[in-house]
């Protein structure tokens, strides 16, 4: 089966330790992620989960590859939705370059999943719309997901 790719890139007025803090940092999170948070040691080998605001788990996996704060890769299922739990794991990295006065931050998200695709597809923009107004300006872009 064909692998299925999304790709966001964006620069963000920041350096490459307060962008890391951002994606690594649970406080932080909820702030540009809707109110969902992610918890992990953040070393390659451990777990790693997102949770919306009341507990339950929304995806789910392992932190594959951790350099701070150049790159992260995580392996990630999703766990709310069953067509997209069934459809397996997927890949995320993330890629932080120093970029003049800015972060060129560089998402890839990977699946076999044409759905699961679509749906991040749909929320990775916002997500990272919200972080990157977050860390320039102290205020999030869309307040609703």
């Not at 909820?30 to 953040?42: K, L, N, P, T, V």
């Not at 890769?73 to 890949?91: C, I, M, Q, T």
């Not at 679509?118 to 923009?125: D, F, I, K, L």
């Not at 719309?129 to 869309?142: D, I, R, W």
Request: with cysteine.
């Amino acid at each position: 089966m064909a692998s299925e790719t999304f790709i966001y890139v964006t620069y963000i007025r920041t350096t490459p330790d307060k962008l890391w803090s951002a994606l690594t940092t649970p406080e932080f999170q909820r702030q540009y992620w809707f109110g969902i948070h992610q918890e992990s040691e953040w070393r390659a080998g451990s777990s790693w989960k997102m949770l919306f605001t009341d507990g339950r788990v929304a995806d789910s996996g392992e932190v594959l590859e951790a350099d701070a704060p150049r790159r992260l890769v995580l392996k990630w299922r999703n766990e709310f939705r069953e067509d997209l739990k069934d459809a397996g794991y997927s890949r995320c990295t993330y890629e932080l370059e120093p970029h003049e006065e800015a972060v060129k931050l560089t998402v890839t998200h990977v699946s076999e999943s044409r759905a699961f695709i679509e749906a991040v597809s749909g929320g990775w923009p916002k997500i990272l719309s919200n972080l990157k107004s977050m860390l320039e300006t102290g205020q999030v872009a869309f307040v609703n997901k």
